[in-house]
């Protein structure tokens, strides 16, 4: 099997660890739920509340896979703007112990997001989701997080150069877990993407991870789950 020569960061959230090197932990399998699309909520009904029971059916089995399986489950929990992430995270939190995403568009909503698992004591199983490239105050971001105390973090990195690492680097501040991401675009990117993190690992011994995008019909079967 494939070994990094440099040996890799191994990092625990939650009770879950992750890194290493390939096959030493148990791939995260990280699954989406809130989020707009999500049949936990009547169409056309956000705002009335989702289905609790649903909800905790969807937990339950993720749980029992990993039982079966071995697999750990994230659940990244997704907030629409101007929403709250309190009562997705109190759900959540009251059903399973596994370790959760904040994810949001908005840089307000997840920071709002992250400070209330701070106010609730959840930071070691909090993953926030993400600094991103698009995100036009960077620094501002990045500065608030570590005030809250954010341990565990994604950072969307396209390349290197991006406005992203680059703060992240300028600031100097430091998290207990970094993971990069890069989205694929295509198939031909596949390879390039996992040359580049694994060069990356190699320097380093940081994690990180690729997003398939749903249009690519390999990844189908997967759903709305990235492993990590």
Same mark, same amino acid.
Request: charged share 30%; proline share 6%.
């Given at each position: 099997?494939?070994?990094?020569?440099? /040996?890799?960061?191994?990092?625990?959230?939650?009770?879950?660890?992750?890194?290493?090197?390939?096959?030493?932990y148990p791939t995260v399998a990280c699954f989406s739920i809130f989020q707009e699309s999500?049949? $936990?909520?009547?169409?056309?009904?956000?705002?009335?509340?989702?289905?609790?029971?649903? @909800?905790?059916?969807?937990?339950?089995?993720?749980?029992?896979?990993? /039982?079966?399986?071995?697999?750990?489950?994230?659940?990244?929990?997704? @907030?629409?703007?101007?929403?709250?992430?309190?009562?997705?995270? %109190?759900?959540?939190?009251?059903?399973?112990?596994?370790?959760?995403?904040?994810?949001?568009?908005?840089?307000?909503?997840?920071?709002?997001?992250?400070?209330?698992? @701070?106010?609730?004591?959840?930071?070691?199983?909090?993953?926030?989701?993400?600094?991103?490239?698009?995100?036009?105050?960077? /620094?501002?971001?990045?500065?608030?997080?570590?005030?809250?105390?954010?341990?565990?973090?994604?950072?969307?990195?396209? %390349?290197?150069? $991006?406005?992203?690492?680059?703060?992240?680097?300028?600031?100097?501040?430091?998290? %207990?877990?970094?993971?990069?991401?890069?989205?694929?675009?295509?198939?031909?990117?596949?390879?390039?993407?996992?040359?580049?993190?694994?060069?990356?690992?190699?320097? %380093?011994?940081?994690?990180?991870?690729?997003?398939?995008?749903?249009?690519?019909?390999?990844?189908?079967?997967?759903?709305?789950?990235?492993?990590?």
């Open positions: 099997m494939f070994r990094f020569e440099k /040996e890799p960061e191994v990092y625990e959230i939650g009770g879950v660890k992750l890194g290493g090197q390939p096959g030493q999500d049949r $936990l909520f009547d169409k056309g009904a956000r705002r009335k509340g989702f289905n609790e029971k649903r @909800a905790e059916e969807m937990l339950k089995t993720a749980d029992k896979f990993r /039982e079966e399986t071995g697999v750990p489950p994230m659940a990244d929990i997704v @907030a629409s703007p101007g929403e709250k992430f309190n009562k997705y995270v %109190d759900f959540v939190t009251s059903v399973s112990d596994m370790p959760f995403c904040v994810d949001a568009i908005q840089m307000k909503t997840k920071l709002d997001g992250a400070a209330y698992c @701070a106010e609730k004591g959840l930071l070691d199983r909090m993953f926030y989701n993400s600094i991103t490239v698009w995100e036009e105050d960077l /620094e501002t971001e990045i500065k608030e997080m570590v005030q809250i105390g954010v341990k565990h973090v994604l950072l969307v990195a396209f %390349d290197p150069k $991006l406005p992203c690492a680059h703060v992240s680097k300028a600031c100097g501040l430091q998290f %207990d877990l970094v993971v990069y991401c890069v989205r694929l675009w295509g198939f031909l990117t596949i390879s390039r993407a996992y040359r580049k993190y694994g060069a990356e690992q190699e320097k %380093d011994g940081s994690g990180s991870h690729c997003v398939f995008p749903p249009s690519l019909p390999s990844t189908q079967p997967i759903g709305r789950f990235v492993f990590l």
